[in-house]
Antibody, heavy 123, light 107 residues
Framework: EVQLVESGGGLVKPGGSLRLSCAAS????????MNWVRQAPGKGLEWVGR??????????EYAAPVKGRFTISRDDSENTLALEMNSLKTEDTAVYYCLTDLKNGDGSDFDLWGRGTLVTVSS | DIQMTQSPSSLSASVGDRVTITCRAS??????LNWYQQKPGKAPKLLIYTASNLESGVPSRISGSGSGTDFTLTISSLQPEDFATYYCQQSYTTPLTFGGGTKVEIK
């Protein structure tokens, strides 16, 4: 089955760190550019960042609110995407989704989403 | 960054109604515009890509149009399963950005 499954969410204090994982199955993960999008409770969708496939350089891009605090990485041998989050702020509280464009490995028409994992930043 | 503005932010409609949602980009994005549907507690689902292409499995009562800065999502005859929140998203350049959403509620 083609799917993405996120894990690692939870409650963390402001200034703390958390690492999210996304397990991919049913498709050739190494070919895909992978993205993270978040959604604060009751709010809209916000793109967090992406990582290119290794064949396209494996480089990353980030949204301004998380740049310098969040790091996206991938392990193609384990078909896993990660989001390392440091210096967390209350405004980072959100459901975090991993997603990709299966039709176009390097595209941004997101046809595959995980179910999401909730991150709550609170003292 | 490219700002995406959706209107209305919410609407009430009846089963069988024709519903139109608009999305405006702050600069031209050609046809690099996608539409998603999200139901409570679920991940968004791609409906339309590249402005007017219907994603596989999406009913034909849903359509998209537009180019440049102005885009439209139309549901020709609203069905009970269409009550949800709809988002547009530009895929033209990073940072990728979404509209604020349109909640379609039952009248």
């Amino acid at each position: 089955e083609v799917q993405l499954v996120e894990s690692g969410g939870g409650l963390v204090k402001p200034g703390g760190s958390l690492r999210l994982s996304c397990a991919a199955s049913g498709f050739t993960f190494s070919n895909e550019w992978m993205n993270w999008v978040r959604q604060a409770p009751g709010k809209g969708l916000e793109w967090v960042g992406r990582i290119r496939s290794k064949t396209d350089g494996g480089t990353t891009e980030y949204a301004a609110p998380v740049k310098g605090r969040f790091t996206i990485s991938r392990d193609d041998s384990e078909n896993t995407l990660a989001l390392e989050m440091n210096s967390l702020k209350t405004e980072d509280t959100a459901v975090y989704y991993c997603l990709t464009d299966l039709k176009n490995g390097d595209g941004s028409d997101f046809d595959l989403w995980g179910r999401g994992t909730l991150v709550t930043v609170s003292s | 960054d490219i700002q995406m503005t959706q209107s209305p932010s919410s609407l009430s409609a009846s089963v069988g109604d024709r519903v139109t949602i608009t999305c405006r980009a702050s600069q031209s994005i050609n046809r690099n515009l996608n539409w998603y549907q999200q139901k409570p507690g679920k991940a968004p689902k791609l409906l339309i890509y590249t402005a007017s292409n219907l994603e596989s499995g999406v009913p034909s009562r849903i359509s998209g149009s537009g180019s440049g800065t102005d885009f439209t999502l139309t549901i020709s005859s609203l069905q009970p399963e269409d009550f949800a929140t709809y988002y547009c998203q530009q895929s033209y350049t990073t940072p990728l950005t979404f509209g604020g959403g349109t909640k379609v509620e039952i009248k």
